[in-house]
């Protein structure tokens, strides 16, 4: 009799501090527990629920699957004088056009918009003559190759942040007094000096175009001083208006004198939790970059079964009569289909680390518009995605922001670009007479960076946060595709796209944990040493299936030794100028005639 397995019970609160106490009572059966041991005899009884928890916590292999669904406003009309494209557009003009070509005998620009398939994830389009098969004439665009239906306008990657960028050059316009802002990405928050009265007292408001993440009560630290004083305490935020609580920082003005803290006056700041501890406390600021760990072909796109999203699809029948070509068809302005993607290769996390230097707890979806059909990219030298964040977005003075003009390296992606020529169909219809060129981004491959998010990083709370998520910018190449928005050469109107979307596939825990290397085992090697505390602090990562009180955790289906985590994921092509944000909308309240 006796106990050979060595039970051990540990409170809750000791394996995880949010973690509940339970009261466990043991029923300690008198049983034998001990037999005589046959030779060549080896069976044991196997709980099949433990072996499943142990094989779950030691995998490392992720298979990520996600749901997208695509929603995308067909904006921006124009002609083309590239006849392939002219006779496969939604028209706008039909009637007119036909009635003028019949009248006059002469050819007359057919104003309409490029259709969905220009944009879909999947390409449908694999039939249509004079275009993606030749016509009578043995013209086409391209021929379509319907195994290749889901990579000719988008690739999907798996990837994930690997490092920091503290050097990134960043430009922002300040909404309310328009001034422009440049920065460097590990500089901190950028900010623009506005005076003004709150509370009868007199108040220096730091006006920023960004989030700024800062609470009253903590500090920041400016990056010019007065009389030898960089770092102030916040007061209070916003200025009473709706939302502004995220973009204003107030501090008292104490009486400052000269020039410092005049209107206009320009900088940047660093917030810092605690002001006896600033050493440990002041964040950091980057965008961090991303590594890509699959290739283009890994990817697997089909159809989400019995999925479209609530916009339907919109679509006409263009005549015989109505069309350039005097063939008719079925156009589509704009689809609704959903999308499922998996991964045909295993994502092996083990010797991955994080941009933080840490067990990774997030991958990426990365989407990178492909554009093989060449309806894209500008022209010449300016062929190439731009890339800039949420801050970007927004009209300046009715037009596209500087940051996204042509000749701005800083927007630049820099990506691998490809060409084609379609001669004689393109002879003479380019720059100058020459033929056109068709631009389209090669496919990027594993271990190819890219970069991300704008984020913040505190080593004393242990936590990212994310400022500004980066879009990719695409814009119609001219010579392709005239609309009224991309006359301007030189900074045109486009579609705005979000390349990346995290996986969450383990969880940091949401409170910190402290400990002396002396006296605490197990102190994991991506801790932070506190010269403060003179103390290790850091985050555990829950297993696999743990979810605390507050709903922290994962819980995925894991199969054949491997996890397969979910994502349901909204994705946005975005007519430049349009409502670009999530909005919240409140009713206004109901008033009773009589009051």
Not at 7 to 20: M, Q
Not at 527 to 540: G, M, N, T, V
Request: hydrophobic share 35%; glycine share 8%; charged share 20%.
């Amino acid at each position: 009799m006796g106990n050979s397995k060595e039970t051990r019970i540990v409170l809750g609160s000791l394996r995880y501090k949010s973690a509940p106490d339970t009261t466990i009572g043991l029923k300690v059966p008198l049983i034998q527990t001990f037999k005589e041991n046959i030779e060549f005899d080896r069976s044991l009884n196997v709980e099949l629920q433990q072996v499943f928890n142990d094989e779950r916590q030691k995998s490392t292999i992720f298979r990520p699957t996600g749901k997208f669904t695509l929603l995308f406003q067909n904006a921006y009309s124009g002609s083309t004088n590239y006849v392939p494209l002219e006779n496969n557009l939604y028209y706008l003009n039909a009637e007119l056009a036909a009635n003028l070509q019949c009248i006059s005998g002469t050819s007359i620009p057919w104003t309409g918009l490029p259709q969905y398939d220009e944009f879909d994830f999947v390409r449908t389009d694999y039939n249509v003559s004079g275009y993606t098969i030749p016509n009578s004439n043995g013209e086409y665009h391209r021929l379509f190759v319907p195994k290749s239906a889901s990579s000719y306008n988008w690739n999907f990657f798996v990837s994930y942040a690997f490092e920091n960028d503290y050097n990134k050059n960043l430009s922002a316009v300040e909404p309310k007094s328009g001034i422009n802002l440049n920065w460097v990405s590990g500089d901190g928050i950028p900010f623009v000096v506005n005076n003004t009265t709150s509370r009868g007292l007199d108040i220096v408001a730091l006006r920023c175009p960004v989030k700024h993440g800062v609470s009253v009560g903590e500090f920041i630290k400016l990056s010019f001083n007065y009389a030898g004083l960089d770092t102030f305490q916040v007061f209070s935020l916003g200025d009473e208006t709706a939302g502004s609580e995220e973009y204003i920082v107030n501090i008292v003005n104490v009486g400052f004198l000269g020039n410092t803290f005049n209107n206009g006056v320009t900088g940047t700041f660093k917030r810092i939790i605690d002001i006896e501890n600033p050493n440990d406390t002041i964040s950091e600021y980057y965008v961090r970059r991303h590594k890509i760990l699959t290739n283009s072909q890994d990817a697997v796109l089909v159809n989400a079964g019995f999925e479209q999203n609530i916009f339907g699809k919109k679509k006409k029948y263009e005549s015989s009569g109505l069309t350039p070509n005097r063939v008719a068809r079925v156009s589509v302005r704009e689809g609704s289909q959903a999308y499922t993607l998996t991964f045909n290769t295993d994502i092996d996390i083990a010797p991955i680390l994080d941009n933080q230097k840490r067990p990774i707890s997030e991958l990426f979806f990365t989407v990178m518009w492909k554009g093989y059909f060449g309806l894209m990219f500008g022209y010449g030298t300016y062929s190439g995605i731009k890339q800039g964040y949420g801050f970007n977005l927004p009209l300046v003075n009715g037009n596209s922001s500087n940051w996204w003009a042509l000749i701005n390296s800083n927007s630049n992606t820099n990506f691998q670009m490809g060409s084609y020529t379609n001669p004689p169909l393109g002879n003479g219809l380019g720059p100058g007479g020459t033929s056109i060129v068709f631009n389209y981004v090669q496919s990027l491959k594993k271990d190819d960076t890219l970069d991300g998010d704008l984020c913040e990083w505190n080593n004393y709370q242990q936590t990212e946060r994310v400022i500004s998520n980066l879009y990719h910018k695409l814009t119609y190449n001219p010579y392709v595709f005239r609309t009224g928005n991309n006359t301007n050469f030189a900074n045109p109107f486009g579609y705005y796209y979000r390349p990346h979307f995290p996986i969450t596939i383990r969880e940091y825990s949401d409170y910190i944990e402290t400990g002396d290397i002396q006296e605490v085992a197990g102190i994991p090697d991506y801790s932070y040493f506190s010269e403060k505390d003179d103390a290790f602090i850091w985050r555990d990562l829950y297993e696999y299936g743990y979810i605390d009180s507050n709903g922290i955790g994962v819980n995925y289906p894991f199969l054949n030794g491997k996890h397969y985590p979910y994502e349901d994921i909204i994705f946005r092509i975005i007519p430049e100028g349009t409502n670009y944000l999530d909005l919240i909308l409140i009713n206004d309240p109901v008033v009773d005639p009589c009051e």
